[in-house]
């Protein structure tokens, strides 16, 4: 008997487990954002996310540093980000530099550097070295967990764990809904504004949206723990030729890193390596996915053997944990009413319906909006812009302050009884910064202004 391509599942009935005016699908940093803020507003706000935490790359990732938040003198990304590091700060579990050592004088001094390169702390965006220090947070994974939860519980927001969305319900052109599996089976939660925060933008393809497909490296993250984080820092600034050489060494091993393989956390003795840089996977496949956490580990069993024998510190270094969540940075992107460019961030062109920033780029309410589908909006990563765009516009801060801007128009839209499509930009700025959050409404010194198109 040959076996068949296809089988035929029953359709079933799904029961409707929710309805609320705002529907949130993911529960990333995006996602956290959008259903927080649309919460804050007035809207009642249900937030489905797969796994049983949130936090998505930042958290399941274990994507330890909140960078891509400061452009020159100014923290560009405040807001409910902010809040979220005042939190987990509180609970002894975030770090950043203090003002005095993001200074124009102190920045690039020795004793600056030294003390917060190994945090990640430095602006990799400029092209001398060494890149001065500014403002980021690195942060553990739990803290982010508990804070979040914090966040989306006090603001009212419905959240169901465990709810994989499968499809987007629609009414003619109208985004009505999700479909989601879980353990009882299929389940349906409706909205009048559904947003789309998965990352791969789940929702808005299933709506039938446009997009491009993009990709990037893929990582297997993990954490080394029994690390004297003292000693390895010595070694490297003490003895400078032989941690070139072996430093050298540890990232032909597992073949691409950016320049750090090794930062410092929160927690003593226990470092975050954001590598393997690894090519050739394509994030929305399941065998590609597969392959690379072999492949990833592999990798990373090899440096752990090596860091052992020959890094300054790591001698009884070990693996605390791999991150559960595989490190995909790019998939599907939006082609929305705006697509934002390289040359939209690189020339930090400015637009006057700007609803939030990242480090110094602007992003229009229009590059978060798909073009046919109505009542939908998206936030995150898959964000209607280019892939070498998205490259260097996807850091955690500025998607946070994505959903934060969306969770403002969805939640204007249903108070006043418009379309998100209807949304004045401006009503969306003017909220953004009663948040304590920078719309990008006044283009910095250095931004290029244009007119929106
Ligand atoms: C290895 C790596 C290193 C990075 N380094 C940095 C860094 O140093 N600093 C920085 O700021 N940023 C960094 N980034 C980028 C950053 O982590 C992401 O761009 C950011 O987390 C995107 O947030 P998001 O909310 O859009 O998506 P995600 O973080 O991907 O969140 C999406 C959420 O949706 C959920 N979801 C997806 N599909 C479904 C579904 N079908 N049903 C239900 N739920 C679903 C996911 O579980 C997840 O919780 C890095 C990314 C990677 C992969």
């Not at 993911?26 to 249900?46: F, H, K, L």
């Not at 069993?301 to 001698?315: E, H, M, S």
Request: glycine share 8%; charged share 20%.
């Amino acid at each position: 008997m040959t076996t068949p391509n296809f089988v035929s599942t029953p359709a079933g009935r799904a029961p409707v487990v929710a309805k609320t005016e705002v529907v949130v699908v993911g529960g990333g940093p995006a996602g956290i954002s959008a259903a927080v803020s649309a919460g804050r507003n007035g809207a009642s706000v249900t937030l489905v996310e797969r796994y049983p935490y949130l936090g998505g790359l930042a958290s399941g990732g274990m994507v330890l540093v909140l960078d891509d938040m400061h452009n020159d003198t100014e923290i560009s990304v405040r807001g409910l980000c902010m809040e979220l590091i005042d939190r987990m700060h509180a609970r002894g579990l975030c770090v950043y530099p203090p003002e005095a050592d993001r200074h124009p004088d102190a920045r690039l001094t020795e004793e600056v550097l030294r003390r917060w390169t190994r945090w990640g702390m430095f602006d990799f965006h400029t092209h001398t070295k060494p890149h001065p220090v500014i403002f980021a947070a690195a942060f553990d994974p739990d803290g982010f967990k508990q804070s979040s939860l914090d966040m989306v519980g006090e603001a009212g927001v419905q959240l169901r764990l465990h709810s994989w969305f499968t499809s987007t319900i629609m009414e003619d052109n109208r985004a009505a809904g999700v479909l989601v599996h879980t353990k009882e089976g299929p389940q349906a939660i409706l909205g009048d504004v559904i947003i789309d925060a998965s990352g791969d933008l789940d929702v808005a393809a299933s709506a039938g949206a446009s997009y491009t497909d993009g990709s990037f490296i893929v990582t297997t993250v993990s954490r080394m723990g029994g690390v004297d984080v003292d000693e390895a820092e010595r070694f490297q600034y003490e003895e400078p030729e032989k941690f070139l050489e072996i430093d050298r060494e540890a990232k032909r091993i597992i073949k691409g890193s950016w320049d750090y393989w090794w930062l410092r956390t929160p927690l003593p003795g226990i470092v975050w390596c954001n590598c393997p840089h690894m090519t050739g996977y394509d994030g929305m496949k399941v065998a590609d996915l597969t392959a690379a956490e072999f492949d990833g580990r592999n990798r990373m069993q090899a440096l752990l053997t090596f860091a052992r024998a020959n890094v300054a510190g790591f001698q009884n270094a070990y693996f605390v944990d791999f991150a559960p969540q595989t490190g995909v940075r790019q998939t599907r992107l939006l082609e929305g009413e705006y697509v934002v460019t390289k040359k939209d961030v690189m020339d930090r062109v400015h637009f006057s319906d700007s609803v939030c920033r990242g480090r110094d780029y602007y992003t229009p309410y229009r590059a978060l909006m798909p073009k046919t589908i109505d009542q939908l909006l998206v936030a995150g990563r898959h964000y209607s812009v280019t892939p070498q765009a998205q490259k260097l516009s996807r850091e955690i801060p500025p998607c946070m302050a994505q959903g934060e801007a969306v969770g403002i128009a969805a939640a204007l839209a249903v108070n006043a009884g418009i379309t998100v499509r209807e949304v004045d930009s401006r009503a969306i700025q003017k909220q953004m910064r009663t948040q304590g959050a920078d719309p990008g409404d006044v283009p910095a010194a250095n931004a290029l202004v244009t007119e929106a198109a």
